[in-house]
């Protein structure tokens, strides 16, 4: 008996640019999360400067955040737990990143960080300052959107830990509202209950900061 002949056709991932441009930036998801979570084994054996570690690791989240942007990126992705589901992805540490949006060294600075007797740190007070009324100002205009809150507050953050190293009244609530508007959709915005309550937490820190440089 004559068997057939086999019909061998290549199968192709994607059959359109458009398809290959999504799954190449899946890919590229992909790849920034395995790359985030062995920075951070990396980072907590010492085995990276912090310097270095900040940098990476804030390009990184960057990175991640821009590729998601993308309408039918982020459709296809759903969320993290998702993409890690699919694609058996054990990353805790990079989870845990992604959900805080900032590096390490930005919600838990190190001792290093210059003391208030440094002979810069005037202009660094005051760049702190600035940053702390620019964020309750665009409050008080009413500007609740994520993509509008979250770099003035990461701003607050940063410059802040320039400053000072020390903890505060009021520090804590910064890092978690930046946890929360990390959390939302880019044009999400905050609640008129939630955007007092971010009012008043934001001037209770601004309070407490100041008290540290007495």
């Not at 002979?119 to 005051?126: F, K, P």
Request: aromatic content about 6%; charged content about 30%; hydrophobic content about 40%.
């Amino acid at each position: 008996m004559k068997l057939p002949k086999t019909v061998h056709r290549e199968v192709k991932l994607a059959e359109t640019r458009a398809e290959r441009d999504l799954y190449d930036s899946l890919a590229e998801v992909f790849s920034i999360v395995i790359t985030l979570d062995e920075l951070e084994k990396a980072y907590l054996k010492d085995a990276v400067p912090e310097s270095d570690y900040t940098e990476i690791c804030d390009r990184l989240l960057k990175q991640y955040k821009a590729i998601l942007a993308d309408e039918g990126v982020a459709k296809a992705f759903v969320d993290l737990d998702t993409f890690k589901n699919e694609w058996d992805m054990e990353v805790p540490r990079a989870t845990e990143r992604i959900r805080i949006g900032l590096p390490s060294t930005v919600t838990a600075p190190s001792i290093a960080t210059p003391s208030s007797n440094s002979g810069s740190n005037g202009t660094l007070i005051l760049e702190a300052t600035q940053d702390f009324i620019t964020f309750l100002d665009a409050l008080k205009l009413g500007l609740l959107a994520k993509d509008q809150l979250h770099p003035l507050l990461s701003d607050v953050i940063q410059s802040v830990n320039k400053v000072t190293d020390r903890d505060f009244e009021g520090r804590g609530k910064i890092v978690q509202w930046l946890i929360t508007l990390n959390q939302m959709k880019a044009t999400e915005e905050l609640s008129e209950d939630q955007a007092r309550e971010l009012e008043l937490d934001m001037n209770s820190a601004y309070q407490g900061f100041k008290a540290t440089l007495k």
